[in-house]
């Protein structure tokens, strides 16, 4: 059972940057796929961006692409997402998640969810 703890999410304005992180509770090195999902009030949720088991391959939605960056720490077995020009569209809780054995962008195919962290941008 992997768990996964997020910290990070805060209010913004629209044009600033925030950082998500994600800590996992066992070694997580090219055995998982690393990734974020977010949900908006009323919305379904989607996936952001995923970092491949190959520690290589990353994936990002559209809608974030050119803004967000996914990194992974293997030492510290954490994950981040760097957020630059925020959007009130961004808004979400945003949800750190672990898949072996290889990424998935439908919510139903994830194996590990974290509690959730808030990500408010304001316009």
């Known amino acids: 059972l992997v768990r996964l703890v997020e910290s990070g999410g805060d209010s913004v304005q629209a044009g600033g940057s925030l950082r998500l992180s994600c800590v996992a509770s066992e070694n997580t090195d090219s055995s998982y796929c690393l990734g974020w999902f977010r949900q908006a009030p009323g919305k379904e949720r989607e996936w952001v961006a995923l970092?491949?088991?190959?520690?290589?391959?990353?994936y990002y939605a559209n809608s974030v692409k050119g803004r967000f960056t996914i990194s992974k720490d293997n030492a510290k077995n954490t994950v981040y997402l760097q957020m630059n020009s925020l959007k009130p569209d961004d808004t979400a809780t945003y949800y750190c998640?672990?898949?072996?054995?290889?990424?998935?962008?439908?919510?139903?195919?994830?194996?590990?969810w974290g509690q959730g962290t808030q990500v408010t941008v304001s316009s």
């Open positions: 998640t672990a898949r072996l054995p290889g990424c998935a962008f439908d919510p139903k195919f994830i194996y590990y």
């Open positions: 970092f491949e088991i190959d520690d290589i391959t990353t």
